[in-house]
């Protein structure tokens, strides 16, 4: 309750200051994709979307569940569950090199965001955030966070969040993560040392930067980009670029 009170307090006492938070962290060319991935990505239909998805260094037999058809090109691939194009390390040149610009754009972002020092709030609530209002800031956790309530991140368009968890992140069964005073899911980082999971019809905003898996649940959703150092698994779930 204090911390949900701060919260919403330091909000109050600097709505009139633009770009709040820390400085944004560069996705670089992983910014192109909504779903990057090193180890592969599957999806159980029907998934929705919207943006590319890549895999490297794996081939395209790290795409499963997708139906693929690959252009004449040879270079992408199309899915009906994807408004973009699929690419792979095995596709033609110049996608290999994309992809591995790309993948190396994700680890400096992993790197980047997980660096930053002098975070605002230290092991907020002890991990566990549902409920919570969260102002703009760095954030940083030495263990799991876990939403097993509705948690607002709310700001101005301009500001600015990262979240350091060096655990898991979980997002229960029909949580959400909301939005609120113009905050944008573009200027918010998840970056997460474990795992990734968001339940059965729970939904996430932001961009999640994963060493380990990212899984959505039968029926989650993402406002966000999703990039992982291993696998990404999604079950008939949605995410928009």
Known sequence: MFANTFAICLLTALSSVNALGPAPVNLRTAANFAILSKSGVSTVP???????????PIA?????????????????????????????????????????AAI????????????????????LATGAIG?????????KWTTAVGIGADVTIAGASTDTWIFQVAGGLSVAAG?????????????????????VSVGIGA???G???????????????ANSRLLAQTFIALQQATVTN
């Open 46 to 56: 029907p998934s929705v979307i919207v943006g590319a998805v890549g895999v490297s």
């Open 60 to 100: 395209a037999t790290g795409l499963t569940g997708f139906s693929l058809t690959v252009d004449s090109t040879g270079q992408f691939a199309t899915s009906g569950q994807v408004t973009g194009h699929l690419l792979a390390a095995s596709f033609s040149a110049p996608t290999p090199t994309t992809l591995t």
């Open 104 to 123: 190396g754009d994700m680890g400096t972002a992993f790197t980047d965001a997980t660096g930053r020092v002098n975070p605002n709030f230290s092991n």
């Open 131 to 139: 409920g919570l209002i969260l102002a703009p800031g760095l954030y």
């Open 175 to 195: 949580k959400r993560v909301l939005l609120a005073g113009g905050a944008s899911a573009a200027n918010i980082v998840w970056v997460v040392s474990g795992t």
């Open 203 to 205: 939904h996430i905003e």
């Open 207 to 221: 961009v999640v930067l994963g060493k380990t898996s990212i899984t959505l649940l039968t029926g989650a959703s």
